[in-house]
């Protein structure tokens, strides 16, 4: 059974940063890709950004040059670092995993005021 549980998330003001975690159990983390969906209200979940197991990473359009997506194999952590944050920001945020199948986190909520 994998579980993911999400941390990190917070209200904060527009152009502050923030760190969000995701720690994994279970023995598939290592040979998982992991990311971070988002939804806002009334909105579909997207994508966020995503790191494979080899390193490599994958972004929104929305939020290049903003965010980064980091992962510690041993710690079976992924991180996901938030800066210049937008109000566009807003939403729930999910940690996902996949390997062969999808497993997700519950949700993290973060609030970006303006």
């Known amino acids: 059974q994998v579980q993911l549980v999400e941390s990190g998330g917070g209200l904060v003001q527009a152009g502050g940063s923030l760190r969000l975690s995701c720690a994994a159990s279970?023995?598939?983390?290592?040979?998982?890709?992991m990311g971070w969906y988002r939804q806002a209200p009334g909105k579909q979940r997207e994508l966020v950004g995503r790191?494979?197991?080899?390193?490599?990473?994958n972004f929104a359009d929305s939020v290049k040059g903003r965010f980064t997506i980091s992962r510690d194999n041993a710690k079976n952590t992924v991180y996901l670092q938030m800066n210049s944050l937008k109000p566009e920001d807003t939403g729930v945020y999910y940690c996902?995993?996949?390997?062969?199948?999808?497993?997700w986190g519950q949700g993290t909520q973060v609030t970006v005021s303006s």
């Open positions: 996902y995993a996949f390997l062969s199948t999808t497993y």
């Open positions: 790191i494979t197991s080899g390193g490599s990473i």
């Open positions: 279970g023995s598939i983390f290592s040979s998982s890709t």
